[in-house]
């Protein structure tokens, strides 16, 4: 699966893109804000991506959800706050909360992959928030 990283915290971005990797993924690329998002959505065509909800410039993740969603690309948004997201969470699968640890991440990425992949999981894991 090609996947996009959406995070200004280098080292938290850093540490996705090793997991994504380790998993079999690739990384189509970072974005740390909304411009560079959009612009690397133009052009890689990523099939998944996980967002943060607040970037360099402000709150702009939602604002990416909502582009990638309207494109029909799934994503998972994570965030320290969780109350950040709207209801609905603008058409994301779900939220993985921070901090969150290299093995639920590990399991919520094993997760998704089947979900892109299949279109049907077992239970989510621990750490992934599902939208309702």
Do not use: C
Request: net charge negative; aromatic share 8%.
């Amino acid at each position: 699966m090609k996947i996009m990283i959406v995070e200004d915290e280098a080292l938290l971005a850093l540490e996705l893109e090793y997991e994504v990797e380790a998993a079999g993924h690739s990384v189509v690329g970072t974005a740390a804000s909304r411009k560079a998002a959009f612009e690397m959505i133009s052009q890689t065509a990523p099939e998944f991506a996980f967002v943060d909800v607040h970037l360099n410039d402000g709150p702009t993740g939602i604002e990416i959800g909502e582009h990638l969603s309207e494109l029909g690309i799934p994503f998972v948004f994570v965030t320290g706050n969780i109350k950040r997201i709207p209801p609905g969470f603008v058409g994301a699968i779900g939220a993985i909360e921070k901090p969150y640890t290299m093995h639920g991440l590990k399991n919520a990425l094993t997760y998704i992959g089947d979900w892109v992949a299949k279109g049907e999981t077992n239970s989510p894991p621990a750490g992934l928030i599902l939208a309702e």
